[in-house]
């Protein structure tokens, strides 16, 4: 990121840190070396004031006194010598030949010359303090000279050379500790301030993902501190926003076919009329002819009333299998059940209706098998969800022959954006193929392709019909294609699981069978092409 609060950070701390050591060295550089002078004025007064208040008339000062004073000189480089008013020396510091200088200069300035390359920094009657530089040696000195109260001439002199050398010294050395300084905060400030950033870049990332709709992330990096409350705040904002997107997708649904139902109700209401009367009146003019033969005692044996008998019950029992079918129809159609969005386990659901049909394939010889995830999550109204499945599954069962193989396979979508990812289940069992001119048709009530068949095992040609209502009401796809050895129905969901786990699905595909594993035929290495792949 251009602009990291982390970067930032660092650039401001490590410009702190180069400002604070730059002033120092401007500091040191201006400042140093007159702030160094006043010291060293200070230790001239001071050695002063201890020649001048211990000195005799003799010109002797106490052993005590003159060792502070040799102490005071060595340890601040003070050359010292006192006279008498006829210029001799009493005391001094200094080996004859340097004494001899020093006592010149006292007889000079006491006399008014020798006043060139001088400047005075302080002065009274006792005393003048004066910068000089001595052409004679090439050196710089800081001077006090004067009198004393005892009646002696004195002069003290400081090498300043040294100073000079000491300011220049520290500046160097001040110039590595700011490169070095700047250095070094600025590689500590990087790896601190990624203790502050690396939750925030987590909290970057979760924002991120909750805008594509993925409400499965968490903050997981903890701490007591502002950054971890908010982390605590995000997570509950998630659920909150899972809660709020659930409730936005039943209410859009419900707007949805709020705008349809008005325009349908007309067309449904004459449809629905005209196919009922016509179902339902080959199995009332069944029941009415049984009867009637029953109460004219066409046939006196009993094995021939109890055949009267159970035609009219088997015909009163598709007739009532028809009205259950016909009011769940309608009750979707005019928008009277009420469509609740969910997130659910779909892999789940279609093994366990798979499980639940298992009798009724090995009554038929046929072999069911599931190619997916054991876990596969999707959004839509589970209940629904399950009589669109046992609808297809049925309906397998029905048309199943050949070698016997109805397979249900669940396949995901991985779109651009979270609303294009989708998953589609496809139930296919090996048959004959619908013809052409019939596909498109299939899905409307009572239709039936082959009547003959549809009776032999009682279909009312509603089961389709009720598919398609209810996929209709979530506003997804479904629809049927025939297949080189078979048929496959398929329908597809909005895939609820965007943060897939682990690894590589099409080596663990498993399945729910009562028989052995099949394997995937062309047909359904079609349906993976592209951007679909297993579940």
């Given at each position: 990121?251009?602009?990291?609060?982390?970067?930032?950070?660092?650039v401001?701390?490590?410009?702190?840190?180069?400002?604070?050591?730059?002033?120092?060295?401007?500091?040191?550089?201006?400042?140093l070396?007159?702030?160094?002078?006043?010291?060293?004025?200070?230790?001239?007064?001071?050695?002063?004031?201890?020649?001048?208040?211990?000195?005799?008339?003799?010109?002797?000062?106490?052993?005590?006194?003159?060792?502070?004073?040799?102490?005071?000189?060595?340890?601040?480089?003070?050359?010292?010598?006192?006279?008498?008013?006829?210029?001799?020396?009493?005391?001094?510091?200094?080996?004859?030949?340097?004494?001899?200088?020093?006592?010149?200069?006292l007889?000079?300035?006491?006399?008014?010359?020798?006043k060139?390359?001088?400047?005075?920094?302080?002065?009274?009657?006792?005393?003048t303090?004066?910068?000089?530089?001595?052409?004679?040696?090439?050196l710089?000195?800081?001077?006090?000279?004067?009198?004393?109260?005892?009646?002696?001439?004195f002069?003290?002199?400081?090498?300043?050379?040294?100073?000079?050398?000491?300011?220049?010294?520290?500046?160097?050395?001040?110039?590595?500790?700011?490169?070095?300084g700047?250095?070094?905060?600025?590689?500590?400030?990087?790896?601190?301030?990624?203790?502050?950033?690396?939750?925030l870049?987590?909290?970057?990332?979760?924002?991120?993902?909750?805008?594509?709709?993925?409400?499965?992330?968490?903050?997981?990096?903890?701490?007591?501190?502002?950054?971890?409350?908010?982390?605590?705040?995000?997570?509950e904002?998630?659920?909150?926003?899972?809660?709020a997107y659930?409730?936005?997708?039943?209410?859009?649904?419900?707007?949805?076919?709020?705008?349809?139902?008005?325009?349908?109700i007309d067309?449904?209401?004459?449809?629905?009329?005209?196919?009922?009367?016509?179902?339902?009146?080959?199995?009332i003019?069944?029941?009415q002819?049984y009867a009637?033969?029953?109460?004219?005692?066409?046939?006196d044996?009993?094995?021939?009333?109890?055949?009267?008998?159970?035609?009219?019950?088997?015909?009163?029992?598709?007739?009532?299998?028809l009205?259950?079918?016909?009011?769940?129809?309608?009750?979707?159609?005019?928008?009277?059940?009420?469509?609740?969005?969910?997130?659910?386990?779909?892999?789940?659901?279609?093994?366990n209706?798979i499980q639940?049909?298992?009798?009724?394939?090995?009554?038929?010889?046929?072999?069911?098998?599931?190619?997916?995830?054991?876990?596969?999550?999707?959004?839509g109204?589970?209940?629904?969800?399950?009589?669109?499945?046992t609808?297809?599954?049925?309906?397998?069962?029905?048309?199943?022959?050949?070698?016997?193989?109805?397979?249900?396979?669940?396949?995901?979508?991985?779109?651009?954006?979270?609303?294009?990812?989708?998953?589609?289940?496809?139930?296919?069992?090996?048959?004959?193929?619908?013809?052409?001119?019939?596909?498109g048709?299939?899905?409307?009530?009572?239709?039936?392709?082959?009547?003959?068949?549809?009776?032999?095992?009682?279909?009312s040609?509603?089961?389709?019909?009720?598919?398609?209502a209810?996929?209709?009401?979530?506003?997804?796809?479904y629809?049927?294609?025939?297949?080189?050895?078979?048929?496959?129905?398929?329908?597809?969901?909005?895939?609820?699981?965007?943060?897939?786990?682990?690894?590589?699905?099409?080596?663990e595909?498993?399945?729910?069978?009562?028989?052995?594993?099949?394997?995937v035929?062309?047909?359904?290495?079609?349906?993976?092409d592209?951007?679909?792949?297993?579940?």
């Amino acid at each position: 990121m251009k602009h990291s609060l982390r970067r930032q950070l660092t650039v401001i701390f490590g410009a702190l840190m180069a400002a604070m050591l730059v002033a120092n060295f401007l500091i040191n550089t201006f400042f140093l070396e007159s702030f160094y002078y006043t010291k060293k004025q200070e230790v001239l007064v001071e050695a002063y004031r201890l020649l001048n208040g211990n000195i005799d008339s003799l010109g002797n000062l106490g052993d005590d006194v003159q060792e502070e004073l040799d102490d005071l000189s060595n340890e601040n480089g003070i050359s010292y010598l006192v006279t008498d008013l006829s210029y001799n020396e009493v005391l001094g510091s200094q080996s004859n030949f340097y004494a001899s200088i020093m006592k010149g200069r006292l007889n000079g300035y006491g006399i008014g010359v020798d006043k060139e390359d001088v400047t005075v920094l302080d002065s009274n009657e006792s005393y003048t303090v004066q910068k000089k530089y001595d052409s004679e040696i090439g050196l710089n000195y800081l001077e006090m000279w004067g009198s004393l109260d005892a009646g002696f001439y004195f002069i003290m002199r400081i090498n300043i050379e040294g100073i000079r050398d000491s300011v220049r010294i520290s500046n160097e050395f001040m110039k590595y500790i700011c490169i070095l300084g700047v250095v070094l905060t600025a590689i500590i400030v990087w790896f601190v301030t990624k203790r502050v950033t690396q939750p925030l870049n987590e909290l970057t990332e979760l924002s991120k993902r909750m805008a594509d709709l993925d409400f499965n992330v968490k903050y997981t990096s903890g701490g007591t501190d502002e950054i971890g409350q908010l982390g605590e705040y995000f997570n509950e904002m998630s659920e909150k926003l899972e809660q709020a997107y659930a409730q936005l997708m039943t209410a859009n649904n419900e707007l949805q076919r709020d705008i349809e139902k008005k325009e349908q109700i007309d067309d449904m209401r004459k449809e629905f009329l005209s196919n009922v009367s016509h179902e339902l009146k080959t199995p009332i003019a069944l029941i009415q002819g049984y009867a009637e033969g029953l109460q004219e005692c066409i046939n006196d044996d009993a094995e021939s009333r109890e055949f009267y008998c159970d035609v009219i019950m088997d015909e009163a029992s598709k007739m009532n299998t028809l009205v259950q079918k016909l009011l769940t129809l309608n009750q979707l159609e005019f928008g009277k059940d009420e469509v609740t969005m969910e997130r659910f386990d779909l892999a789940l659901l279609i093994q366990n209706k798979i499980q639940a049909v298992t009798i009724l394939a090995q009554q038929k010889e046929a072999k069911i098998a599931y190619y997916g995830d054991d876990s596969i999550f999707a959004w839509g109204d589970e209940f629904k969800v399950e009589e669109v499945i046992t609808n297809y599954l049925s309906n397998a069962l029905n048309h199943v022959s050949g070698e016997g193989n109805i397979e249900v396979t669940a396949l995901i979508h991985q779109g651009a954006k979270p609303e294009d990812q989708k998953v589609r289940v496809t139930v296919f069992n090996t048959g004959d193929p619908i013809p052409e001119k019939d596909i498109g048709q299939i899905w409307d009530k009572f239709y039936k392709v082959d009547k003959a068949r549809t009776r032999a095992y009682g279909g009312s040609g509603v089961g389709l019909s009720i598919v398609k209502a209810i996929m209709e009401s979530f506003h997804q796809g479904y629809g049927v294609e025939n297949r080189e050895n078979g048929v496959a129905f398929w329908f597809e969901l909005q895939y609820g699981d965007v943060a897939r786990h682990g690894s590589d699905p099409a080596a663990e595909q498993k399945k729910s069978s009562s028989d052995a594993v099949l394997p995937v035929t062309d047909a359904d290495e079609d349906v993976c092409d592209g951007e679909w792949r297993p579940g």
